[in-house]
């Protein structure tokens, strides 16, 4: 029997798709190829993460068949490639899985009329079920009857479930314990044991043409989220992997793959403990024996253990992001209760931070707009309090209920009053098969609840706008530092910035009256109209990339001179007034007024390389940090110095276009944020 795996992921590029390599390797769909390699010699089994690759392997050998992973990033191309397969090839048996298929019965009969493609499902850990329904399948029985682990329609739409086999994760104890105990594992009696893709050369193919590896190292997540798809029940017991396993599948990977990076899945490293840590000491080591990784991405503990910190602070030097990351989504005690988030305590967040600082560790921090209890003020309180904490960097995120979530059941939906738009995400398009499928994956967001209207959730967009702009960019964390040695809150501008009328300050005016007209566009009632205007963008020859709202607006401002100095001008007057009074009032003025200003690049291709100033601000002493406080900064008079853009920026604005939204958008992604601000000498 042939059967076809695909985790597909959108591989577009100038309005093709070229036969490129995607990001990372298939390993969801590598764990049930390697199940049945040991259970089902066999079958042959391909696996495959290029749509345009799958298509045309279907048609010089259609497959027995199709098993698809569905995500929150590619569930809209999955459903399009499996109508596709099925419209050539009807006998073709499709099968899907992934975080986005959910285990209740009603989310699954609803997954099925989304999806009317798709014959069978397998919920939750698929080498099990996924096992018992190839065997099913090669038998060539007829739907009579519950299969281990799968899920599927009789023919009145009656929903039909066979009991839940959880594989077997080698080396994690509760694993061994049958169902009658707590903790135990609940079995069909399949004993599945989970295999290893790597170690088996299931996923050598993909590490060879460059893939980036991702390992695996531990199941499961103890809590039980209602935004996330990991808040599942029988994905709420941890169960690590052996070690030796571990060891081996990192050095494997790593020795043959062309990317030299790693990311580590588990959702909350540090969990185990010194188990943990003995793998971040094996990474560390392997790249001063061995070179790599050369860059590791993974997700600290939710809650933060003294294991996680030592593994923050141990892989730092190679760590992707290089942040501590607290997430907290909302600091709202009746919004954490009624979505069973649990955060840690104040002063438990106040030593992380010190910790962290104490290190040189950048930390950061996670909010999320939309949950029930939340208003723009709570919302606004809550982002301020972090930052006032001592976070350095907060990112803000509209709700989304991904499918499979708790939130995302109509029972919930329903009971808090959720109103939701959909919105194109970010890189999720592509055409393929030479243009006969378009494809664009969407955000389902939520705009307003029983607690915030629609217009609350344009209030938070331009929060959003302003806190990336302030103080998710390098442009003011100088001046912010500055701030926080005066002892004077930051945060406070951003809100101030939000609910400022800016009929005073036309060209500023103009561009936040773009981005609310961009924000209001971009939200579409239908995930169908997402992708109608993206046919309708590239049937009329328009670009497609540019569609990161607050980067586009973000770079209008900064390229319009008059613009930028109306920004700078505002937060001027709000700090003139906050420090009226104070001693340091006049050094804290003399850095945003005179040397701030020089430090920033108009985004122009004409934009000066030197420019030479004079300020009664001892920049050189403030960068070499030797003063005891900061009114030793302010010289008796004016000192000259000199600005220099990097050669990067430079290079980038060479061929800059202001009027074009992808290059407004481009010149951040392709620019480290220090490069986008003039250095200072003298």
């Given at each position: 029997m042939r059967i076809y795996l695909a985790d597909l992921y959108h591989v577009y590029q100038a309005g093709r798709n070229p036969d490129t390599n995607p990001y990372t390797v298939p390993l969801g769909v590598a764990f049930l190829s390697s199940t049945l390699k040991i259970h089902e010699p066999g079958f042959e089994v391909r696996l495959f993460r290029d749509p345009n690759r799958l298509l045309a392997a279907v048609r010089s050998s259609p497959p027995d068949v199709m098993g698809f992973t569905f995500s929150s990033w590619n569930s809209d191309l999955t459903d399009r490639i499996s109508r596709a397969i099925k419209a050539e090839a009807p006998r073709v048996v499709t099968v899907g899985g992934g975080p986005s298929v959910d285990d209740t019965d009603d989310q699954l009969t609803e997954f099925f009329s989304l999806h009317p493609t798709i014959d069978f499902l397998v919920p939750g850990e698929g080498?099990?079920?996924?096992?018992?329904?190839?065997?099913?399948?090669a038998c060539g029985e007829r739907r009579q009857g519950p299969i281990p682990g799968v899920a599927y329609l009789e023919t009145g739409g009656r929903l039909v479930r066979g009991g839940y086999d959880r594989p077997i994760v080698p080396g994690a104890p509760q694993d061994q314990k049958p169902a009658s105990e707590k903790g135990g594992r609940p079995?069909?009696?399949?004993?599945?044991?989970?295999?290893?893709?790597?170690?088996?050369?299931?996923?050598?193919?993909?590490?060879?043409?460059?893939?980036?590896?991702?390992?695996?190292?531990?199941?499961?997540?103890?809590?039980?989220?209602h935004f996330c798809v990991s808040g599942a029940t029988e994905w709420n017991r941890l169960r690590g992997f052996d070690l030796d396993r571990v060891r081996a599948e990192i050095d494997r990977a790593l020795s043959l793959s062309g990317s030299k990076d790693l990311i580590l899945t588990d959702e909350n490293w540090g969990l185990?403990?010194?188990?943990?840590?003995?793998?971040?000491?094996?990474?560390?080591?392997?790249?001063?024996?061995?070179?790599?990784?050369?860059?590791?991405?993974?997700?600290?503990?939710?809650?933060?253990?003294?294991?996680?910190?030592?593994?923050?602070?141990?892989?730092?030097?190679?760590?992707?992001?290089?942040?501590?990351?607290?997430?907290?989504?909302?600091?709202?005690?009746?919004?954490?209760?009624?979505?069973?988030?649990?955060?840690?305590?104040p002063d438990k967040l106040a030593a992380n931070i010190q910790w962290a600082r104490e290190r040189g560790i950048q930390t950061s921090s996670e909010m999320i707009y939309g949950f029930p209890?939340?208003?723009?003020?709570?919302?606004?309180?809550?982002?301020?309090?972090?930052?006032?904490?001592?976070?350095d960097k907060v990112s803000i995120y509209p709700l989304q209920l991904f499918p499979g979530i708790d939130l995302a059941a109509r029972s919930a939906r329903t009971g808090f009053g959720l109103e939701t738009r959909f919105r194109l995400a970010d890189g999720g398009f592509g055409v393929y098969d030479e243009g006969r499928i378009v494809s664009a994956e969407s955000e389902e967001v939520v705009v307003a609840n029983r607690w915030s209207d629609l217009d609350g959730y344009f209030r938070v967009r331009r929060y959003s706008f302003f806190q990336m702009a302030v103080l998710g960019r390098e442009y003011f964390a100088e001046f912010s530092r500055l701030l926080g040695e005066a002892g004077v809150a930051m945060a406070p501008i951003i809100r101030h910035l939000a609910g400022t009328d800016f009929a005073p300050y036309p060209a500023l005016a103009g561009i936040m009256a773009e981005h609310r007209r961009e924000a209001e566009r971009e939200l579409k009632a239908t995930r169908e109209g997402v992708c109608q205007e993206l046919q309708d963008r590239i049937s009329r020859g328009q670009e497609m990339q540019g569609v990161k709202v607050n980067l586009v607006i973000l770079g209008r401002i900064l390229s319009s001179e008059p613009a930028t100095r109306e920004w700078l001008e505002i937060i001027r007057e709000y700090f003139s007034r906050i420090l009226e009074g104070r001693a340091d009032r006049e050094v804290i003025l003399s850095y945003l007024t005179e040397v701030l200003p020089n430090r920033i690049v108009i985004l122009q291709p004409g934009a000066k390389d030197r420019?030479?100033?004079?300020?009664?601000?001892?920049?050189?002493?403030?960068?070499?940090?030797?003063?005891?406080?900061?009114?030793?900064?302010l010289l008796p008079r004016p000192r000259d110095f000199e600005a220099v853009a990097s050669e990067e920026l430079r290079r980038n604005l060479s061929s800059f276009d202001a009027t074009q939204r992808s290059h407004l958008q481009g010149i951040f992604d392709r620019t480290p944020s220090r490069q986008l601000l003039r250095s200072i000498a003298g």
């Amino acid at each position: 029997m042939r059967i076809y795996l695909a985790d597909l992921y959108h591989v577009y590029q100038a309005g093709r798709n070229p036969d490129t390599n995607p990001y990372t390797v298939p390993l969801g769909v590598a764990f049930l190829s390697s199940t049945l390699k040991i259970h089902e010699p066999g079958f042959e089994v391909r696996l495959f993460r290029d749509p345009n690759r799958l298509l045309a392997a279907v048609r010089s050998s259609p497959p027995d068949v199709m098993g698809f992973t569905f995500s929150s990033w590619n569930s809209d191309l999955t459903d399009r490639i499996s109508r596709a397969i099925k419209a050539e090839a009807p006998r073709v048996v499709t099968v899907g899985g992934g975080p986005s298929v959910d285990d209740t019965d009603d989310q699954l009969t609803e997954f099925f009329s989304l999806h009317p493609t798709i014959d069978f499902l397998v919920p939750g850990e698929g080498e099990s079920g996924f096992l018992a329904l190839a065997r099913f399948i090669a038998c060539g029985e007829r739907r009579q009857g519950p299969i281990p682990g799968v899920a599927y329609l009789e023919t009145g739409g009656r929903l039909v479930r066979g009991g839940y086999d959880r594989p077997i994760v080698p080396g994690a104890p509760q694993d061994q314990k049958p169902a009658s105990e707590k903790g135990g594992r609940p079995s069909t009696g399949l004993d599945v044991q989970v295999p290893s893709p790597y170690l088996d050369g299931t996923l050598d193919p993909f590490l060879k043409e460059g893939l980036v590896p991702i390992i695996q190292t531990m199941r499961g997540c103890p809590y039980q989220c209602h935004f996330c798809v990991s808040g599942a029940t029988e994905w709420n017991r941890l169960r690590g992997f052996d070690l030796d396993r571990v060891r081996a599948e990192i050095d494997r990977a790593l020795s043959l793959s062309g990317s030299k990076d790693l990311i580590l899945t588990d959702e909350n490293w540090g969990l185990l403990g010194e188990r943990d840590i003995e793998i971040a000491r094996f990474l560390m080591e392997r790249r001063r024996v061995k070179g790599s990784p050369q860059r590791l991405y993974y997700y600290t503990a939710k809650i933060v253990t003294p294991a996680s910190r030592t593994i923050v602070e141990m892989v730092a030097p190679i760590a992707w992001i290089g942040e501590f990351s607290m997430s907290f989504q909302s600091m709202n005690p009746e919004t954490r209760s009624s979505i069973k988030r649990t955060n840690i305590t104040p002063d438990k967040l106040a030593a992380n931070i010190q910790w962290a600082r104490e290190r040189g560790i950048q930390t950061s921090s996670e909010m999320i707009y939309g949950f029930p209890h939340e208003t723009p003020e709570t919302f606004f309180d809550g982002v301020e309090r972090l930052l006032e904490e001592g976070i350095d960097k907060v990112s803000i995120y509209p709700l989304q209920l991904f499918p499979g979530i708790d939130l995302a059941a109509r029972s919930a939906r329903t009971g808090f009053g959720l109103e939701t738009r959909f919105r194109l995400a970010d890189g999720g398009f592509g055409v393929y098969d030479e243009g006969r499928i378009v494809s664009a994956e969407s955000e389902e967001v939520v705009v307003a609840n029983r607690w915030s209207d629609l217009d609350g959730y344009f209030r938070v967009r331009r929060y959003s706008f302003f806190q990336m702009a302030v103080l998710g960019r390098e442009y003011f964390a100088e001046f912010s530092r500055l701030l926080g040695e005066a002892g004077v809150a930051m945060a406070p501008i951003i809100r101030h910035l939000a609910g400022t009328d800016f009929a005073p300050y036309p060209a500023l005016a103009g561009i936040m009256a773009e981005h609310r007209r961009e924000a209001e566009r971009e939200l579409k009632a239908t995930r169908e109209g997402v992708c109608q205007e993206l046919q309708d963008r590239i049937s009329r020859g328009q670009e497609m990339q540019g569609v990161k709202v607050n980067l586009v607006i973000l770079g209008r401002i900064l390229s319009s001179e008059p613009a930028t100095r109306e920004w700078l001008e505002i937060i001027r007057e709000y700090f003139s007034r906050i420090l009226e009074g104070r001693a340091d009032r006049e050094v804290i003025l003399s850095y945003l007024t005179e040397v701030l200003p020089n430090r920033i690049v108009i985004l122009q291709p004409g934009a000066k390389d030197r420019v030479r100033f004079s300020s009664r601000f001892d920049y050189s002493r403030w960068s070499s940090k030797e003063y005891r406080k900061i009114s030793e900064l302010l010289l008796p008079r004016p000192r000259d110095f000199e600005a220099v853009a990097s050669e990067e920026l430079r290079r980038n604005l060479s061929s800059f276009d202001a009027t074009q939204r992808s290059h407004l958008q481009g010149i951040f992604d392709r620019t480290p944020s220090r490069q986008l601000l003039r250095s200072i000498a003298g």
